[in-house]
């Protein structure tokens, strides 16, 4: 990463959160003195969780691809052993299981992508030059000889008062944009900290909105975080999705390379930088290129079923227990592919995500085990297709077991810490709501600090699942390895994390080590646990700090309580 990451807002964060009136003062002062709490909090423990990830990374579950037989043996597992722990099915039809249908997508890219200007054209080679996605779930995604337009950064924020489109006419364009949000002004976009509107994601549903029938990113590595290597992998291949809804599609979602871009531009007699240069201002103006473009691809529907499982611990007050906290844990993997380099093909995801799970397992047995169960109710959720894009999630965000208005908070595990203690817990979403106070205090009690996302820019808060729960205003806490280690050296973490990301992240190596230690996966549980039990018996719910993206989806929600 080329970008200087330790702004003093970084340090600023834990203290600035502090200064905002705690909802569960009271909670936070009286909830950790519960004898009965502390004592079931030994639930949490390392023989119990170390049980949980042996069983879930073994081989006979498949690596827990979605829609294979290991992602049913999981999602069965996962069932059995909350109902041991006297939980109750949480999905709305009273089993345990949520199910959703997945779209597998599969374009033949083109070898090659032509585009023309006035009096020349230019073709471009693809996997070098460019990599192109269906936007759409049918046999083949077309769009003919359509005028390509650059947008800026492709962003419409009123909170932020930009708008890269300001009226313009897109319907039928191929939009071309940059990645990534303004960065420069603490004030807009967070700053460095990169915002949704900084992902990919964001962007093509933007072009979409517009009724563009493609969009294109410029992709440069400060601006994606990531190598093009990236874009090339994870765009080739079988991409799943949820099946269409009503929601805008555009026919194609693509990438170039800066450099393509660049000389793409310059065919129509524009300097990509002085492009860029327009579109760091407020009254940028879209800047139709004066080059069209078509393309045809075939694209090959699969179909398959994957489900969320869901436990319920039934809030004890009458009057909260239709409100919930819901903890999160993906439980897919990558299933079976690729051999590794010792000929092993399958991802058994020990770490990603066996660690999450055993965490909220052992979360769920502990509160199970209260003598009272919390005021307001626990929702336990294995969500699946977490790495297909965060699946799972959206699908229980478009279908709640609990009105949105009414889930009070999520807490969030996905690869634990298998180093051991820390001194620090890293808490991504630090900054956002008032859980922030919570946390810090219940940290405090363990004798730790908190830090935010020491990654700011790589936009960690919106790649995993608690994103889809804060687009429906839900405010979510989500807790990874700090990196500051008991009686360890500065900087041993981080290659600890560093050694992980190269050799074992995402690959068949991801396999339960007996070497593994329990013990900071277990203080992260417990934070959660406590956390947790803060604002199931607050008065009040939390709430995102004034003017934080995702504040007027709260208030929408809670609008419609009121309906
Ligand atoms: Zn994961």
Redesign the pocket.
């Known amino acids: 990463m080329a970008i200087a990451l330790t702004g003093c807002s970084q340090q600023d964060a834990p203290s600035d959160t502090t200064a905002d009136a705690p909802a569960s003062a009271l909670a936070i002062a009286t909830f950790g003195e519960d004898p009965a709490a502390k004592k079931a909090a030994l639930l949490i423990n390392e023989d119990y969780m170390r049980g949980v990830v042996v069983e879930i990374s073994d081989d006979r579950y498949e690596g827990r691809g979605p829609g294979s037989r290991g992602d049913d043996a999981a999602r069965k597992y996962l069932a059995d052993e909350m109902s041991a722990l006297g939980l109750e099915p949480g999905a709305a039809d009273g089993s345990w299981d949520q199910t959703f249908d997945l779209v597998g997508i599969n374009a033949s890219q083109p070898d090659s992508w032509t585009f023309e200007g006035a009096d020349q054209s230019m073709t471009l080679k693809q996997w070098d030059q460019f990599i192109v996605g269906s936007g759409v779930q049918d046999e083949k995604a077309t769009i003919d000889n359509a005028e390509v337009v650059f947008v800026g950064y492709g962003i419409q924020a009123p909170e932020y008062d930009w708008d890269d489109y300001k009226g313009a006419d897109l319907r039928g364009k191929v939009l071309i944009m940059m990645n990534n949000d303004p960065d420069w002004d603490p004030e807009l976009f967070g700053g460095e900290t990169r915002l949704w509107y900084g992902r990919w994601d964001y962007k093509y549903l933007s072009a979409a909105r517009q009724g563009a029938v493609g969009a294109i990113i410029i992709h440069t590595s400060p601006s994606a975080g990531y190598p093009f290597q990236v874009v090339q992998t994870s765009w080739t291949g079988v991409q799943f999705e949820l099946p269409a809804g009503d929601e805008p599609r555009s026919q194609i979602s693509a990438w170039l390379t800066e450099d393509t871009a660049r000389e793409l531009v310059a065919m129509a007699g524009f300097d990509l930088d002085k492009l860029r240069e327009a579109a760091f201002n407020r009254d940028f103006q879209p800047v139709p290129l004066g080059i069209t473009t078509s393309i045809d691809m075939a694209v090959d529907i699969q179909r398959a079923q994957s489900g969320n499982v869901l436990g319920l611990i039934r809030g004890s007050d009458s009057a909260l227990r239709d409100e919930v906290v819901i903890y999160t844990a993906?439980h897919d993997?990558l299933g079976i592919g690729t051999a590794g380099d010792d000929g092993d093909v399958i991802y058994n995801?020990a770490r990603?995500?066996g660690t999450?799970m055993a965490q909220i397992l052992a979360i769920a047995r502990a509160i199970k085990a209260l003598p009272t169960a919390p005021r307001r109710s626990v929702l336990i959720a294995f969500v699946g297709a977490?790495?297909q894009g965060l699946l799972g999630s959206e699908f229980y965000a478009a279908n709640p077991t609990f009105e949105a208005g009414k889930i009070a908070a999520n807490i969030n595990y996905?690869?634990g810490n298998i180093w051991g203690r820390t001194h620090d817990v890293t808490y991504i979403g630090l900054g956002k709501s008032s859980i922030d106070q919570i946390a810090v205090s219940f940290a405090a009690e363990q004798g730790r600090v908190v830090k935010p996302d020491q990654f700011p820019d790589k936009g960690y808060y919106y790649r995993?699942d608690q994103f889809n729960l804060a687009k429906i205003g839900v405010p979510a806490m989500y807790l990874k390895a700090g990196t500051d280690f008991v009686d360890r050296p500065p900087g041993w973490g981080r290659q600890q994390q560093d050694h992980h990301t190269e050799f074992l992240y995402h690959q068949p190596s991801d396999e339960y080590d007996p070497s593994w230690s329990f013990d900071g996966l277990v203080d992260d549980a417990l934070l959660g646990y406590w956390v947790g039990l803060a604002i199931t018996d607050a008065d009040d719910i939390p709430v995102w700090k004034p003017g934080d993206e995702f504040e007027a989806a709260r208030l929408d929600a809670l609008e419609s309580l009121r309906k």
């Open positions: 993906h993997h995801g990603d995500n999450g977490e790495e996905d690869s995993s």
